[in-house]
């Protein structure tokens, strides 16, 4: 079978609710580039997923809205709602590349978690964006490293135990998706070079902020060692110009 994002989207709310290291981590590093306080602003966050995000900006004070292309996932998102936030959420079925449940100018922040990476056209979705931004409004981002989880990289054990990424590929842009049934990339993603994503960034009218590549907390290096050397995430913060 082809899985695509709604066919492995409970598979995936139950990965992101059994706590995964990975997904909290990527949230704090995406959080990080977020007021504490979003007390009345409006977010959108696309590419929500089952609302990991979503209900952190929520829990900061923000009026939140996730949009996601899978149904299931939407579904999911919204069975839990607003359980213990400060601000609300809400939640549709969109796609990211046209953003067409959200009106012209209307919010002041965007998310993206992971989800850059998934969508088929990456000057879409930027256009999407600054469309419904207000002037001066800001895009955060992330997307698996494109250097280090480059389309099929593997891990090879080296010599005194540990473990090294095996890269390559880098140029190859585009589709691919995963063999391994128990990956994330199953469902399929695109693989785009940094330069990509900052060319794409300022051609689209932004104006790049902040670029950066975290290490990997103390609860993520525990959890998988051999990810300690090496950033599994990019983050981008981006201001409509
Ligand atoms: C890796 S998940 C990330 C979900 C969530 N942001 C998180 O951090 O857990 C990628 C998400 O992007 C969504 N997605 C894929 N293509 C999309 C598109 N064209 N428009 C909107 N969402 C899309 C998928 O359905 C999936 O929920």
């Given at each position: 079978?082809?899985?695509?994002w709604?066919?492995?989207?409970?598979?995936?709310?139950d990965?992101?609710?059994?706590?995964?290291?990975?997904?909290?981590f990527?949230?704090?590093?995406?959080?990080e580039?977020?007021?504490?306080?979003?007390?009345?602003?409006?977010?959108?966050d696309?590419?929500c997923?089952?609302?990991?995000?979503?209900?952190?900006?929520?829990?900061?004070g923000?009026?939140?809205?996730?949009?996601?292309a899978?149904?299931?996932?939407?579904e999911?998102?919204?069975?839990?709602?607003?359980?213990?936030?400060?601000?609300?959420?809400?939640?549709?079925?969109?796609?990211?590349?046209?953003l067409g449940?959200?009106?012209?100018?209307?919010?002041?922040?965007?998310t993206?978690?992971?989800?850059?990476n998934?969508?088929?056209?990456?000057?879409?979705?930027?256009?999407a964006?600054?469309?419904?931004?207000?002037?001066?409004?800001?895009?955060?981002?992330?997307?698996?490293?494109?250097?280090?989880?480059?389309?099929?990289?593997?891990w090879?054990?080296?010599?005194?135990?540990?473990?090294?990424?095996?890269?390559?590929g880098?140029?190859?842009e585009?589709?691919?998706r995963?063999?391994?049934?128990?990956s994330?990339?199953?469902?399929?993603n695109?693989?785009?070079?940094?330069?990509t994503?900052?060319?794409?960034?300022?051609g689209?009218?932004?104006?790049?902020?902040?670029?950066?590549e975290?290490?990997?907390g103390?609860?993520?290096?525990a959890?998988?060692?051999r990810?300690?050397?090496?950033?599994?995430?990019?983050?981008v913060r981006?201001r409509?110009?």
């Amino acid at each position: 079978m082809t899985e695509s994002w709604d066919t492995i989207a409970d598979w995936y709310t139950d990965l992101v609710r059994a706590d995964s290291a990975m997904h909290e981590f990527n949230r704090e590093i995406l959080l990080e580039h977020l007021p504490e306080d979003l007390s009345g602003q409006r977010v959108l966050d696309l590419g929500c997923g089952e609302g990991i995000i979503t209900r952190a900006v929520a829990a900061r004070g923000a009026v939140a809205v996730g949009i996601d292309a899978s149904p299931r996932m939407v579904e999911n998102a919204e069975a839990v709602g607003a359980a213990g936030v400060r601000g609300s959420v809400r939640y549709s079925v969109d796609d990211g590349c046209v953003l067409g449940t959200v009106a012209t100018g209307s919010v002041d922040w965007v998310t993206a978690g992971l989800s850059l990476n998934n969508v088929p056209d990456l000057d879409a979705a930027l256009g999407a964006v600054r469309r419904v931004l207000v002037a001066r409004g800001v895009l955060v981002f992330t997307v698996p490293h494109p250097c280090f989880e480059a389309p099929h990289a593997s891990w090879l054990r080296d010599e005194g135990g540990g473990a090294r990424r095996v890269v390559g590929g880098y140029f190859a842009e585009g589709f691919w998706r995963s063999e391994d049934p128990g990956s994330v990339r199953r469902a399929g993603n695109h693989h785009r070079m940094i330069s990509t994503y900052v060319g794409a960034m300022v051609g689209g009218g932004f104006e790049v902020e902040a670029v950066a590549e975290p290490a990997p907390g103390v609860r993520l290096a525990a959890d998988q060692p051999r990810r300690a050397e090496l950033p599994p995430f990019l983050v981008v913060r981006a201001r409509r110009g």
